[in-house]
């Protein structure tokens, strides 16, 4: 039986089981291959969504247990139209390999979203479960705060 999802806006109807994880529909269903598989135990949060706004561990929900929209990185903003974060993400500099990115934008986005003036206890506290092997935490909590400063200013 088909399932329904929103996803970054737009519905989509897919025919799979309940229990396959929503990265696989993600990547291989529908093409959204911005998410990234990094562990699969949900202890790298390179495969970090939002469902209503709430960072989750796709690689860890299965479709059937979706109840919500969910946002991926590719929702956020586009090559042309950044959003603040990713904007941020670029003044910065923050990606080396780029690989834990997306997970990292997705989860600083869902804290930015609940704490619109973070502290860096703050920054970190939400941020931890999200690995970054090349070590970019620095430029990562400076790219959360000058996200902040410019969703601020409008």
Do not use: F
């Not at 949060?45 to 946002?71: E, F, H, N, Y």
């Not at 090349?134 to 430029?139: A, D, E, I, L, S």
């Amino acid at each position: 039986m088909p399932i329904s999802l929103t996803i970054n806006g737009t519905s989509h109807s897919v025919d799979l089981p309940e229990d396959v994880p929503l990265l696989w529909v993600l990547r291989d269903e529908l093409g959204l291959t911005g998410t990234k598989y990094g562990c699969g135990v949900a202890a790298c949060g390179a495969c970090t969504v939002q469902i209503d706004g709430v960072a989750v561990r796709s690689c860890q929900v299965a479709l059937g247990d979706v109840a919500g929209a969910v946002t991926t990185i590719e929702g956020l903003g586009t090559p042309d139209m950044l959003s603040a974060l990713q904007q941020a993400w670029v003044d910065h500099q923050v990606a080396q390999c780029g690989y834990c990115q997306s997970g990292q934008i997705m989860q600083a986005a869902a804290l930015l979203a609940e704490t619109p003036t973070p502290t860096d206890e703050e920054i970190d506290e939400a941020m931890q479960g999200n690995l970054c092997r090349c070590g970019t935490y620095p430029r990562i909590r400076a790219a959360i705060h000058s996200a902040a400063t410019m969703m601020k200013e409008g």
